[in-house]
């Protein structure tokens, strides 16, 4: 079982900046790939980044390139996401999410933290 608590949410404007981290339970985390999904109002759960375990891959969804950045910290079992140039459209709920698995894809059948809200203003 491998626990993960999202934080760094929050209300911007758009056109600015939030990070994101996930902290996991436990340090075999930091042999997975990870992948941060987000749910709106209303919608599906969509993929948003994902990474390798050693971060040497990442991977993003079109609507975020050159906008969000996913990275990883070993040593602190952290990912992170850097969210910037805000839209309103990226308001949901963020999920970080791992399914024990190497790569840099990331199935939604593994475990799941209990998300952050990210709300941006026009």
């Known amino acids: 079982q491998v626990q993960l608590v999202e934080s760094g949410g929050g209300l911007v404007q758009a056109g600015g900046s939030l990070k994101l981290s996930c902290v996991a339970s436990d340090h075999a985390f930091d042999s997975y790939a990870v992948g941060w999904f987000r749910q709106a109002p209303g919608q599906e759960r969509e993929f948003v980044a994902s990474?390798?375990?050693?971060?040497?891959?990442?991977d993003y969804t079109d609507s975020v390139k050159g906008r969000f950045t996913i990275s990883r910290d070993n040593v602190e079992s952290v990912v992170y996401l850097q969210m910037n140039s805000l839209k309103p459209e990226d308001t949901a709920v963020y999920y970080c999410?791992?399914?024990?698995?190497?790569?840099?894809?990331?199935?939604?059948?593994?475990?799941w933290g209990q998300g952050t809200q990210v709300t941006v203003s026009s």
């Open positions: 990474i390798s375990w050693d971060g040497a891959l990442t």
């Open positions: 999410t791992t399914d024990r698995r190497s790569g840099v894809t990331v199935s939604t059948h593994g475990f």
